[in-house]
């Protein structure tokens, strides 16, 4: 039975006196975690970045890469790897003041959608996931009342979610829902009636259990 990892509740306030420099952190990142750019395009990016340049670099495959979020403060990177992908990466801290990295990789066609994965101090992956709200949470139950549709069948027909991720600055993850756009023109005309246009914020360490 998957249970609740009891001894990680995240402390917003952590501070510790050893944790890596977040330009140690970009630039040194495992290779599989950013297979797109090396240590120099890092580099680059990260001080076109702090200089306050808006300039794209290049990556290993001859396309642009940008840095939206570079907050060296909590160690919060997010930068567009190509056309269509995204990572984020975000450090937290355990409520033994281990470190803890989160990294979302979104890709955004055909369907804008996300993963994430969690990795100690030295990149090793832990054995975490992340349990995301069901898709039937965006369908409004009392919108169904109004429109005289069916809650159960509307849970239904959205049952099979696409969802986008993003972390925010108080350490909570931002779940997006993009199935609205996968659905056959007819099924979303009944649901676009009941279908809440929201982002469910949830604590990142409330959602996550031992696989």
Same mark, same amino acid.
């Given at each position: 039975?998957?249970?609740?990892?009891?001894?990680?509740?995240?402390?917003?306030?952590?501070?510790?006196?050893?944790?890596?420099?977040?330009?140690?952190?970009?630039?040194?990142?495992?290779?599989? !975690? %950013? +297979?797109?750019? /090396?240590?120099?395009?890092?580099? @680059?990016?990260?001080?076109?970045? &702090? =200089?306050?340049?808006?300039?794209?670099?290049?990556?290993?495959?001859?396309?642009?890469?940008?840095?939206?979020?570079?907050?060296?403060?909590?160690?919060?990177?997010?930068?567009?790897?190509?056309?269509?992908?995204?990572?984020?990466?975000?450090?937290?801290?355990?409520?033994?003041?281990?470190?803890?990295?989160?990294?979302?990789?979104?890709?955004?066609?055909?369907?804008?959608?996300?993963?994430?994965?969690?990795?100690?101090?030295?990149?090793?992956?832990?054995?975490?996931?992340? !349990? %995301? +709200?069901?898709? /039937?949470?965006?369908?409004?139950? @009392?919108?169904?009342?109004?429109? &005289? =549709?069916?809650?159960?069948?509307?849970?239904?027909?959205?049952?099979?979610?696409?969802?986008?991720?993003?972390?925010?600055?108080?350490?909570?993850?931002?779940?997006?829902?993009?199935?609205?756009?996968?659905?056959?023109?007819?099924?979303?005309?009944?649901?676009?009636?009941?279908?809440?246009?929201?982002?469910?914020?949830?604590?990142?360490?409330?959602?996550?259990?031992?696989?």
């Amino acid at each position: 039975m998957k249970r609740y990892i009891p001894s990680i509740l995240i402390s917003i306030f952590s501070v510790t006196l050893f944790a890596m420099p977040t330009d140690s952190v970009f630039i040194h990142l495992p290779d599989n !975690i %950013l +297979p797109t750019l /090396g240590a120099k395009q890092r580099f @680059e990016m990260a001080e076109y970045f &702090k =200089a306050g340049k808006a300039d794209s670099t290049q990556n290993l495959f001859g396309k642009n890469a940008v840095i939206t979020l570079y907050d060296t403060l909590n160690c919060h990177i997010r930068l567009v790897t190509s056309a269509t992908g995204t990572t984020e990466i975000k450090r937290f801290y355990t409520a033994d003041n281990s470190e803890i990295y989160g990294v979302i990789n979104t890709v955004n066609t055909p369907v804008k959608t996300s993963s994430v994965c969690f990795y100690n101090a030295n990149w090793r992956k832990l054995k975490y996931k992340i !349990i %995301l +709200p069901e898709s /039937g949470k965006w369908i409004d139950e @009392e919108k169904c009342k109004t429109e &005289k =549709a069916d809650y159960d069948q509307m849970k239904n027909i959205v049952r099979i979610a696409y969802y986008s991720l993003r972390f925010d600055a108080d350490n909570q993850l931002i779940i997006e829902n993009n199935t609205l756009s996968t659905l056959s023109e007819e099924d979303r005309k009944k649901v676009e009636k009941v279908w809440n246009e929201k982002s469910i914020k949830q604590d990142v360490f409330n959602l996550i259990r031992e696989k």
